[in-house]
């Protein structure tokens, strides 16, 4: 017999592990994992080679220096920084809330979606199509479905808050919910307010 978030008690961490999706978590976990490679195999190796071959695949525009450089940066960032952090949300928020996520299918599309914006973004820095700001190298258009991916993560963070059984907060929960604000703001105040707004 199945057991629902509210049949759980507090503390019991036998069945605090019916509340996390372990296939999200590990997915999140390949999905990095996929990205380090790509960041190290591909867009960071090349760019080391070019430190001393300068020359190597210049007849390539998507594989010259000045745009593989921020492919690596920005995957190292978006690519594999946050998928490893989703996973530890997905991990540590439903154990330190009691509650399941509140709509896995949507942290599920996001898993999807973020990291099909990501691969758009990097396809895009390729292309030559640069925001020319620094770790904020996407289009305009990539940066704005971002947002909406944080908007999914922020969604199933903030009501896993406010449905939780603890009105105390661990601090663990407060650095998340600073990742989840900081990570929103990142993409609005980073990339848009100095792209259209306030540049400099």
Not at 12 to 33: C, F, G, Q
Not at 40 to 54: N, Q, R, T
Not at 121 to 143: A, K
């Amino acid at each position: 017999m199945s057991q629902t978030s509210a049949d759980v008690a507090p503390g019991s961490p036998v069945s605090r592990e019916t509340l996390t999706d372990n296939t999200l978590i590990k997915a999140h976990i390949y999905m990095s994992v996929a990205w380090l490679l790509y960041l190290i195999l591909g867009a960071g190796l090349l760019v080391a080679i070019k430190f001393v071959y300068p020359e190597f695949l210049t007849s390539y525009p998507a594989l010259t220096w000045g745009r593989l450089r921020y492919v690596h940066t920005q995957t190292v960032a978006y690519g594999w920084f946050i998928n490893l952090f989703l996973a530890a949300i997905y991990y540590m928020v439903p154990r330190l809330t009691g509650r399941k996520l509140p709509s896995g299918r949507i942290a599920w599309f996001n898993f999807f979606y973020y990291n099909t914006v990501v691969i758009i973004g990097n396809y895009q820095v390729m292309s030559g199509h640069n925001l020319g700001i620094e770790w904020m190298e996407y289009p305009t258009f990539v940066n704005i479905m971002a947002l909406l991916g944080y908007a999914a993560l922020g969604y199933n963070f903030i009501l896993s808050y406010v449905r939780g059984e603890h009105r105390n907060l661990y601090v663990s929960s407060w650095y998340m919910s600073g990742f989840v604000v900081w990570g929103t703001l990142n993409w609005i105040m980073g990339a848009l307010v100095p792209a259209y707004v306030a540049p400099g």
